[in-house]
């Protein structure tokens, strides 16, 4: 094989630019700005009685199969459960924890799980085809055509929300709360915001939402814990939590400030800037190459000592 | 490119007991596979929404990617580094790449749920994802492995082209495609293979970084930013490792010399890379801090330990020293070591750090998982085996081995896959265990005197609020309007402001300002609905305003606290203002907490729900109802309604028996018993066809359930016939209205109708009660200000049993008196009274002031003499214009507007059971209440006592059950009747049969009369009848005129005027009869029953009970 210097690089640079186009859908992160004016919940967990009636409305609204026991019977809230392809909200109880001593007087806490629709979403970073989308009104919504059903949603979430078919066969889907996208979209109130008796969750816009939840703090001293769950949690939620009990007796994870997106976003839009990266790599190994005579091919380096060069490293070894 | 000369096919038997293992593993593989597609991921995998990434993607891809590294490390020494001496290991690494690639595409096809749509990344494209740049790198990589490997084809195939049969005219055109592609891939090779170790690296790294999106979620011994770093390291390092394992590995497995002359300077590389990547991450788990968690023995850090030391530090320390480099078994080991160390890892990060939050269940790889897994491998070595069959591959020339040489090389590799086969079963065996070990871890004194000058008052609340809001029913409408007892709820709690909390300021004012009962009565001010401030909810501008529906139930909630909705756990018990006394139990003390109690779920239209068409019997019907409701059919099987027998905790000796009724053995001075008298007796049932001793009780189909949920006023029940209705009903149309019980159905189709006719039995009940005003019924009036409340308002009702106590039955399902909702201090809004009138609580129930007399416009029968019947008497018409006589039945006294008999009464009653001896000297009562004057939980009750003459045996001293229906109403034969009758009843009949008196008394709690009509104090206490009245104690007021206080209540002298038949109580005082009930006189003047009472104490001899 002989191959001019002058036709090597020519080739070289094509083939680079090659690599660049194939991956040239790589675009610049943007940094979600979580709107104030985007919607969301404040559920005030001391509120809650278990009844059940958003699981009920929830179902009948977004048409989910009807459970194996019915919305009226209770006990089933005495095991912990989460949502699954059937459910997409889900109460759970949780005793205090000197439950069966003495002092124990409290009530149980009643808490209701689903999508937290995040500002930042894992899922949302996560999904490969983009099916997870954040809406402007702060809905993360799903689109079944897009989906290839990997599941690195269900891994991404903090939250451990999304669902999937796992019985079907055929179009299995990921489920999750959709937070009524079409009905707030129409001005309506999602499902379980509407239903609820006691009016545990308070649907507004988040900047309002947090001022009440301010507001229920201050006007309930000693009431709720100094916290407003989904306020910072993975870079703020649209749902937020009020409690009584501290969130992690509750059946709430520990979760960190940053949205976990900010770390993986940043790594993969620092590698891909411009195509620096791939782009240096691509010269560097290709100017190792002509300088190790690879062009001149054939020609035998038979030196026993040899220096390796690979990421700048450079060792030497018997 | 030409190292032609050396590489070259391989020529040895194909089929070898491993490759048979192999095709084995491949079947099964194969067929799990089968089971993913048909059936589903969950049919063959342990996935679920807690874990739903396991081995598919831990190994097969995550795996599958490292350990073809191999591909790019060998390409970047030998072409880009130009180190010709490794071209010898290049075409097998380059193989196993492709392969390991192709494999990994195969396995992402069985985990990806939606695998046709696995091409949608390159349409869909989300720049944000690491999995969507791990996608497109792999696939362009994958293709650039196909380029690179196209030399090796047309090395194998070019001049050699020989297509069989018709083809072979296509070999020039094949040659030359082949030449073609040749001479390209020579030209553009080196891009290539740039092109290959830049996407292995960006992938590599990335496949790291894929678990960065879940920090929560990733144990912190691997979940570190680096992680990408540490990703490509790793492969680097397990790049040589990897084809040292397979070329020794392939040398063993054809027989041939291990090409140590390439892989010992190749192994001098490995502990550098080894050691960099090692250094890098104990380095990053120093800064981390992460160390901390290394030995805490769960099964994620074991699991680390293990993959850090054993195969990483172990392998790297191996080949430090030239000797184990040099030996081909050694250098297999350290390698294998390594490799399954990568392997090790990429399991870790994927699936033994994983750790979800909400940890339902825990994750192990299921079978099919495995089959799946495995397959994929075998189906990769075969491929591999298959191509190096074919293409050139592995070396040309290779070295046989000695027979020595080979005997012990094979001793020691075999000791080596062995330790390494063991190795990595005894890490695939800990994992799980310790995986599951660790699962076990997880007011005021009134300003005035007289509260009719107070506002508000609680005497003007209103008694009872029908809340039945749009605003409510906007969002939600499962359940019929709350009947809220307003004055039941002002009485107990006295202060509106406990619920009327805030007041607006001013018009339009949503937040208001906090009241007080004193404020409110200083400005003399009502206070302001509810609907004041709370209207739909979520109104931005008043977010921390409840909408009214919130409003409502957060109120009401504060005090009906959840306590009874998990009957095992009692949390804390509310105790209930409402009830109190000697009467309130536990059970009854606390306020209602489920959504039931306070309102009804909405029927829903049945018209579309009952199906049926045609001519259907009522057995039909039932059928259709039952296809929905089994549960309440199942729960009418165990009621009274259905047994006709059932608890009777208050009948004394009896209290504990569940088989008492008129199924079995209650008897009365009505139509006497029913034994032998089912077909008419049982028209009131709620079945179809009770006609004799063997009626199925178990028959669900049996039940009628039109008779009760009847809304459209056409369902009867035709008289005779066992229950069934009468012919020619539009069944259907009935069907398909069916709705909540009311008082047409409970008491027109059956109760008003006791004893066969309008309120011949019940004292207190009959049609008037239909549609009555309020001053007949305060509760049940429709007009007037009545309440208008429905049967089952009072009469709780649970899975179809009905709470009520009554007198003339021993059955009762569940307690029920007045003071479940007016207390038993139920008089308020009059301060100068209440006091007194609260006083009586205790020895006088609620009945007997506000019923002061009962069938006010009915009549009801009151005496019936049986031993007339079949007499020649002519019937003459009373002045009701009732007849007096019965051919059939005897001759009776009607009564209407007849004031109550009084009896000291604590809850139970002696009752006279069928086969009981009756009372020789005198009446025989078949039901009487059980109390005294001594008896303090005893208070004194109005009751309707229904007196006559019914046959006994003359012998045996005890009443007859005579055969009427079919009986004696045909043959007018008391001896026959009597014979048939006690055969029913299964008791000899002894031939000789008399009449005997029986009484039988009847309470009375309908019929409740407004509190204006109650009796007034004058009416029973005579003394309060002179003057001074209450001056006797209190002072003179002015604003008070105590003669007209004391005749506060039912006027007989209007009620006369009207046209009741009352003359005879104008003027009456005494009326409850001290004297008959045990009191010396009136107690206001002899004292009360344990206590003296106020002034004029004539009669002191009675010795208080209290110290």
Redesign the interface.
């Given at each position: 094989m002989d191959i001019s210097r002058r036709s090597f690089f020519k080739v070289l640079g094509a083939g680079g630019a090659a690599l660049g186009a194939g991956l040239g859908t790589a675009s610049a992160s943007e940094i979600p700005t979580p709107s104030l004016d985007s919607l969301g919940c404040l559920v005030d967990t001391t509120l809650c009685v278990g009844c059940r009636k958003c699981e009920q409305t929830c179902n009948q609204r977004h048409s989910l199969p009807a459970p194996d026991e019915s919305f009226e019977e209770l006990t089933v809230l005495e095991k912990e459960r989460r949502m699954d392809e059937t459910s997409y909200t889900v109460v759970n109880k949780y005793y205090p924890e000197n439950i069966g001593t003495l002092t124990w007087r409290e009530r149980p806490t009643f808490v209701k799980f689903q999508c937290m629709h995040c500002n930042d979403p894992s899922c949302v970073s996560a999904c490969i085809v983009g099916a997870l989308t954040k809406e402007k009104n702060g809905a993360v919504i799903y689109d079944a055509k897009k989906c290839i059903g990997c599941r690195y949603c269900m891994v991404a979430c903090p939250f451990q929300v999304p669902a999937y078919e796992y019985e079907k066969a055929l179009a299995p889907q990921v489920r999750k709360c959709t937070f009524c996208f079409d009905y707030v979209e129409d001005g309506g109130l999602p499902a379980c915001a509407q239903v609820c008796p006691r009016e545990v969750m308070t649907f507004g816009k988040k900047k309002d939402l947090l001022k009440l939840a301010e507001w229920k703090m201050k006007n309930n001293p000693g009431k709720y814990v100094d916290h407003i769950y989904g306020e910072k949690e993975v870079g703020g939620t649209s749902w937020l939590y009020l409690a009584s009990e501290p969130f992690e007796t509750i059946g709430f994870p520990k979760l960190s400030h940053d949205a976990p997106p900010r770390l993986t976003e940043k790594i993969q839009h620092s590698l891909f800037q411009y195509f620096a990266a791939p782009v240096i790599l691509y010269t560097f190994l290709g100017g190792v190459m002509m300088a190790t005579g690879f062009m001149k091919n054939g020609k035998k380096d038979n030196e026993t000592k040899e220096k390796i060069s690979q990421k700048g490293d450079t060792h030497e070894s018997s | 490119?030409s190292h032609h000369e050396i590489a070259a096919p391989v020529q040895e038997k194909f089929l070898t007991p491993g490759v048979m293992v192999m095709l084995g593993l491949m079947v099964i593989g194969g067929m799990s596979v089968a089971t993913r597609?048909?059936?589903?991921?969950?049919?063959v995998?342990n996935?679920?929404?807690?874990y739903?990434?396991g081995i598919w993607i831990g190994i097969d891809v995550a795996t599958g990617v490292a350990l073809a590294a191999g591909g790019f490390t060998t390409g970047?020494?030998a072409?880009?580094?130009?180190?010709?001496q490794y071209h010898a290991v290049i075409r097998p690494a380059l193989l196993t790449a492709m392969l390991g690639y192709t494999f990994v595409v195969l396995g992402?096809l069985v985990?990806?749920?939606?695998?046709w749509?696995?091409t949608?990344?390159i349409f869909?494209?989300?720049?944000?994802?690491?999995?969507?740049?791990v996608?497109?790198?792999v696939m362009?990589y994958l293709h650039v492995l196909y380029f690179e490997f196209i030399p090796i084809v047309t090395e194998r195939f070019m001049g050699k082209v020989n297509l069989p049969g018709f083809l072979s005219g296509m070999n020039n055109s094949v040659e030359t495609i082949l030449a073609v592609a040749d001479k390209v891939a020579?030209?553009?090779m080196?891009?290539?293979?740039?092109?290959g170790?830049?996407?292995s690296?960006?992938h590599q790294s990335?496949l790291g970084?894929?678990?960065?999106?879940?920090?929560?979620?990733v144990h912190p011994l691997w979940y570190t930013?680096i992680l990408?770093l540490l990703f490509l390291l790793s492969a680097?390092a397990a790049g040589y490792p990897m084809v040292v394992f397979e070329s020794i590995l392939v040398s063993k497995s054809f027989g041939r010399e291990p090409e140590m002359d390439v892989l010992t300077p190749l192994a001098?590389?490995m502990p550098?890379l080894m050691g960099?990547y090692m250094a890098v991450k104990v380095g990053d788990m120093i800064v981390r801090g992460s160390y901390v968690y290394l030995l805490d023995g769960t099964y994620q850090s074991n699991s680390f330990l293990v993959e850090m030391i054993v195969c990483v530090f172990m392998p790297f320390v191996l080949l430090l020293f030239?000797r184990v480099r040099r030996s081909p078994g050694l250098l297999f080991f350290a390698s294998t070591i390594f490799v399954l160390g990568i392997v090790l890892n990429r399991i870790n990060v994927f699936v033994v750090a994983?750790t979800?939050?909400?940890k339902?269940v825990s994750y192990f790889p299921s079978v099919g998982e495995i089959f799946i897994t495995a397959g994929l491998v075998a189906t990769l070595m075969f491929t591999y085996r298959v191509c190096v069959f074919i293409f050139p591959v592995l070396g040309a020339h290779p070295h046989e081995m000695t027979r020595k040489r080979r005997s012990s090389q094979k001793a020691s590799t075999k000791t080596t896959s062995t330790v390494s086969v063991i190795f990595f079963a005894v890490v695939l065996i800990t994992i799980p265990h310790s995986a599951n070990a660790a699962d076990g871890s997880q007011k005021i004194k009134n300003l005035l005197p007289l509260e009719e000058n107070i506002t508000p008052s609680i005497a003007d609340a209103p008694k009872m609020m029908m809340i039945n809001s749009k605003v409510v029913n906007k969002?939600?409408d499962?359940y019929e309007p709350v009947r809220f007892m307003h004055s039941k709820h002002a009485n107990v709690l006295k202060d509106c402001s406990i619920c009327h909390h805030r007041m607006p300021r001013e018009e339009g004012d949503k937040y208001g300002e906090p009241v007080s009962m004193l404020q409110l009565q200083e400005r003399e001010q009502e206070p302001v609905s509810c609907s004041a401030c709370h209207e739909l909810?979520?109104d931005?501008k008043n977010?921390?305003t409840?909408?009214l529906?919130?409003?409502y139930?957060?109120l009401c909630?504060d005090c009906h606290?959840?306590a009874e909705?998990?009957p095992h756990?009692r949390?804390?018990i509310q105790y209930s203002a409402m009830v109190r006394g000697p009467i309130a139990r536990t059970l009854d003390t606390r306020a209602p907490t489920d959504?039931l109690a306070c309102h009804a779920k909405k029927v829903p239209n049945h018209n579309e729900l009952v199906k049926l068409t045609g001519s259907v019997s009522p057995v039909d019907v039932t059928k259709n109802c039952l296809s929905c409701h089994k549960e309440e059919g199942e729960a009418i099987l165990k009621t009274s309604h259905w047994n006709w027998h059932g608890p009777s905790p208050y009948t004394v000796g009896h209290e504990k028996r569940m088989d008492l009724g008129k199924k079995t053995n209650t008897i009365n001075n009505f139509c006497i018993s029913l034994s032998g008298n089912w077909a008419r007796c049982t028209s009131c049932h709620i079945g179809y066809g009770w006609e004799d001793d063997n009626f199925d009780f178990t028959d669900m189909t049996k039940i009628d359930c039109l008779v009760c949920h009847d809304q459209t006023g056409k369902y009867k029940k035709a008289p005779p016939s066992a229950g069934l209705p009468v012919k020619n009903l539009d069944l259907i149309t009935i069907a398909q209205n069916v709705g909540r019980p009311s008082r047409d159905t409970c008491g027109m189709n059956c109760h008003f109708m006791g004893g066969g006719g309008d309120a011949v039995k019940h004292g207190d009940m009959s049609s008037f009660l239909s549609k009555p005003d309020k001053s007949h019924d305060v509760h049940m009036g429709v007009s007037g200000g009545g309440l208008d409340f429905r049967c089952q308002d009072c009469h709780k009702t649970r899975n179809h049993m009905i709470s009520g106590r009554s007198v003339s039955v021993p059955v009762a399902e569940g307690d029920l008196s007045c003071e479940y909702c007016h207390t038993d201090k139920p008089h308020i809004g009059s301060e100068l009274i209440d006091h007194h009138l609260n006083k009586h609580t205790a020895h006088i129930s609620c009945q007997t002031c506000h019923i002061p007399i009962y069938s006010k416009k009915n009549p009801t029968k009151v005496y019936w003499d049986w031993s007339d019947a079949g007499k020649a008497i002519k019937p003459s018409k009373d002045k009701y214009g009732k007849s007096n006589f019965s051919d059939k039945k005897g001759s009776f006294i009607w009564k209407e507007a007849i004031k109550p008999e009084y009896a000291w009464y604590n809850g139970t009653v002696k009752r006279y059971i069928i086969g009981d001896r009756i009372n020789e000297n005198g009446v025989t009562e078949l039901t009487k209440p059980v109390g005294s004057l001594k008896d303090p939980s005893s208070r004194i009750y109005p009751f309707k006592v229904h007196r006559g003459k019914q046959i006994s045996d003359a012998v045996h001293k005890r009443l007859i059950t005579p055969k009427l229906w079919k009986g004696f109403w045909d043959h007018k034969d008391w001896n026959k009747a009597a014979e048939d009758g006690m055969k029913a009843s299964g008791m000899e009949y002894s031939g000789k049969y008399e009449f005997v008196e029986t009484a039988m008394y009847w309470g009375l709690t309908h019929e409740v009369v407004p509190k204006e009509q109650a009796l007034s104090c004058a009416e029973c206490h005579a003394s309060l009848t002179k003057a001074p009245h209450c001056g006797a104690c209190h002072q003179e007021r002015p604003d008070v005129d105590f003669e007209a206080l004391v005749h506060k209540g039912v006027d007989f002298k209007v009620l006369a005027e009207q046209g009741r038949d009352v003359k005879a109580l104008i003027g009456k005082t005494n009326y409850i009869d001290y004297k008959a009930l045990g009191y010396d006189g009136d107690p206001i003047e002899t004292g009360g029953r344990f206590d003296k009472l106020g002034l004029g104490i004539k009669n002191d001899k009675k010795i208080p009970l209290k110290k």
């Open positions: - | 490119m597609f048909i059936f589903g991921i969950g049919a995998s996935l679920n929404n807690q739903p990434w970047a020494i072409y880009v580094f130009n180190r010709d992402l985990d990806i749920g939606r695998y749509n696995i949608s990344p869909n494209h989300n720049g944000n994802s690491v999995l969507f740049e996608a497109i790198c362009i020579a030209k553009v080196f891009l290539f293979i740039i092109a170790i830049v996407l690296c960006l990335s970084s894929l678990m960065l999106i879940a920090p929560s979620k930013p990408p680097f001098k590389y550098v960099l030239r994983y979800p939050p909400y339902l969002y939600s499962f909810p979520f931005p977010l921390h409840p909408g529906k919130g409003a139930h957060q909630m606290r959840e909705q998990v756990m949390g804390a959504c």
